[in-house]
């Protein structure tokens, strides 16, 4: 039942007979012949699979995507337009990034080669592209086996922000317009994709056994990694009023599909103590496809964004046909994996007020490598101080410490009343063995984590002694900065 339909480069494609969990990656192998696009990890870290996908309901307009095929299942292509390798050539003559990327030497053996491409692509139809830290971020999600990244930083600055006149155009596209929604059902799995947040709720009680699906760049892995074969699966992605950013005077309204790469070219100067915790929360591709909804419903204990969400204290906007109600995600996450969603409750939105002005944030993430990795501990604060120099509130959470995301209320406690020192920060850092008894695992012992976060703690006071907010510096990527003469 159902038939889906998308473009593959210039061709529209139908396709009837393929199971709801079958993976981009997997059909334009095995099925489209389209063998450029590689597979390397099969979970989103290496990049040999990006692909560009034309999001037709970004804020603003279409706009091209790298993302990584690996984690896309095949029924988030209806209504929608994707581009790989092969199509990039036009007329027998190769795109402006790849020939840019071959002049440059960027290329030795070639696997790894067409996701570098695809990712190039996105980079030369971006016009955001205007620091180095931006390119930088642009590329990491690309492992190269054998070249060597300088000369593909180099092709990389080279084609940034081109808008070469390429005849890949975002507007004027033949499904403009076209309807999302989808019911789609083979192999006794369904896959739905509602226009409405009605048929949503419809949906969703017509299937009890349901999965919610957003950008998949989780879930995907139990497909990939654990072979899981979902039952039924609810894509929202066919609703773009969850993706929306509403400003207003008492702060913001953030709808629960917006993709983190929105959150973050949207919202350095608004909310930089969540921005900060989005640079190093993933790669380019996959900030593309993750939405901040499906990081909180996720709900897991080393989540990036609940630590920040929990210091502002944000609150979640959940409706059912009941209607709705809202949540303070102080009391959203109930336990490892477990939320306060109940049976036909969905996330819409995330309320964050604006924080008072003599607050002062920060937010951190600690992790074995710098680019594309999981924390092993992540922490956010927000304390506010007096003008005498007395902290009168504070907002204390953390990732990786215990079950859930969570705050350390007796750390908050200590500090609150004190002095806005770092003798005041050490004291009280001393209770967070209170507060939390995180497990030992292969990102880090209990010992570990625990004296990262006493530190992170303490680190926070030293940054913010003279200001409410510190910008960290954009540092190189490589490990050696020769300087002078040298």
Avoid at 89 to 96: A, C, K
Wanted: aromatic residues 6%; contains cysteine.
């Amino acid at each position: 039942m159902g038939v889906l339909r998308f473009h593959v480069n210039d061709e529209l494609v139908e396709i009837a007979d393929v199971s709801p969990t079958r993976t981009v990656l997997e059909f334009l192998r095995t099925h489209h012949r389209a063998t450029g696009t590689k597979e390397g990890c099969a979970e989103g870290d290496c990049g040999a699979c990006t692909i560009v996908e034309l999001d037709v309901t970004a804020p603003g307009g279409p706009r091209f995507r790298a993302v990584n095929s690996c984690l896309m299942l095949l029924p988030a292509l209806h209504g929608r337009r994707i581009h790989t390798v092969e199509g990039l050539v036009r007329d027998g003559e190769p795109h402006l990034v790849q020939r840019t990327l071959a002049e440059h030497l960027g290329s030795q053996c070639g696997y790894c080669t067409p996701g570098v491409v695809m990712s190039l692509f996105e980079a030369c139809h971006r016009t955001d592209l205007d620091a180095d830290w931006k390119l930088d971020d642009q590329m990491c999600g690309n492992l190269c086996r054998c070249t060597g990244y300088r000369p593909i930083r180099d092709a990389t600055h080279a084609v940034a922000g081109a808008q070469p006149d390429d005849g890949i155009r975002t507007d004027g596209w033949d499904d403009e317009g076209a309807d999302l929604s989808l019911e789609y059902q083979r192999e006794g799995r369904r896959f739905f994709t509602p226009g409405t947040l009605d048929s949503l709720v419809e949906i969703m009680e017509g299937n009890p056994d349901h999965r919610l699906l957003a950008g998949a760049t989780d879930l995907g892995l139990d497909v990939t990694k654990g072979r899981v074969r979902f039952p039924c699966l609810i894509s929202l992605e066919g609703l773009p009023e969850l993706r929306q950013i509403e400003r207003t005077a008492s702060g913001w309204t953030l709808g629960a599909m917006c993709r983190l790469a929105d959150l973050e070219a949207d919202l350095p100067d608004e909310l930089p103590i969540l921005v900060r915790m989005l640079r190093f929360f993933g790669a380019r591709q996959i900030k593309n496809r993750a939405t901040l909804g499906g990081n909180l419903c996720n709900a897991s204990p080393i989540g990036d964004t609940p630590p920040v969400l929990l210091a502002l204290d944000a609150t979640l906007v959940l409706r059912s046909s009941s209607g709705e109600r809202r949540v303070s995600i102080d009391d959203f996450f109930e336990g490892y994996r477990k939320t306060a969603l109940r049976a036909g409750e969905f996330l819409t939105a995330i309320e964050i007020p604006r924080p008072p002005a003599d607050a002062r944030m920060g937010s951190y993430k600690v992790s074995r490598r710098r680019e594309l990795d999981i924390s092993a501990v992540c922490a956010a604060m927000r304390v506010r101080v007096d003008a005498e120099g007395i902290i009168t509130e504070a907002r204390i959470a953390y990732g990786g410490m215990a079950a859930t995301p969570a705050r350390a209320h007796a750390t908050e406690a200590a500090l609150i009343g004190s002095p806005y020192t770092e003798a005041a920060f050490a004291e009280a850092s001393e209770q967070l063995a209170t507060d939390f008894q995180p497990l030992s695992d292969h990102r880090g012992s209990a010992w570990y984590r625990g004296l990262v976060a006493r530190n992170l703690l303490i680190g926070f006071h030293a940054e913010t002694a003279g200001q409410a907010f510190v910008v960290l510096p954009n540092a190189p990527s490589g490990t050696v900065v020769l300087g002078g003469d040298a």
